[in-house]
């Protein structure tokens, strides 16, 4: 195990940015500051809420219900997703402005990413390629 600790200049990929330049946060109007900057991760998620989001918006096309949800994040993790973990969660990325719930019929809902979401998970994705690929911009 390394004693490494990162810096603010380890994670600082270009001369011009600040420690204080609001990295990972997004502003109060929801949008994530990105106005040609470097895309920058969904930190402020848990990587299940994140893992919900993207299967989310995986299945976006075909209004998935919270059991389809379920389902197709059961494919991907070890043990299977408890019922209360995954409504708990999805409750709090409705919360959140991620995730739109519209209803299906008198017991169902469907979930689709917001237009927020959508922006954020692809800035998250160009992070992980950037970091992937060590693509320096």
Not at 45 to 69: C, E, S, W
Not at 100 to 106: I, Y
Not at 126 to 134: S, V
């Amino acid at each position: 195990m390394s004693d490494y600790t990162p810096t603010d200049r380890d994670c600082d990929d270009s001369e011009e940015s600040s420690p204080d330049d609001g990295a990972g946060d997004t502003g109060a109007d929801g949008s994530d500051g990105s106005d040609g900057a470097d895309p920058r991760p969904l930190t402020n998620l848990t990587g299940f809420k994140r893992d919900q989001l993207f299967v989310i918006r995986m299945l976006a096309d075909r209004n998935p219900h919270g059991l389809v949800i379920k389902d197709k994040l059961d494919c991907y993790y070890d043990e299977e997703i408890n019922q209360g973990r995954l409504y708990q969660n999805l409750g709090e990325l409705i919360e959140e402005g991620y995730v739109e719930k519209r209803p299906l019929d008198g017991r169902t809902n469907a979930y689709r990413p917001s237009t927020r979401a959508n922006e954020l998970l692809e800035a998250h994705h160009e992070w992980e390629r950037r970091c992937l690929f060590c693509e320096h911009h």
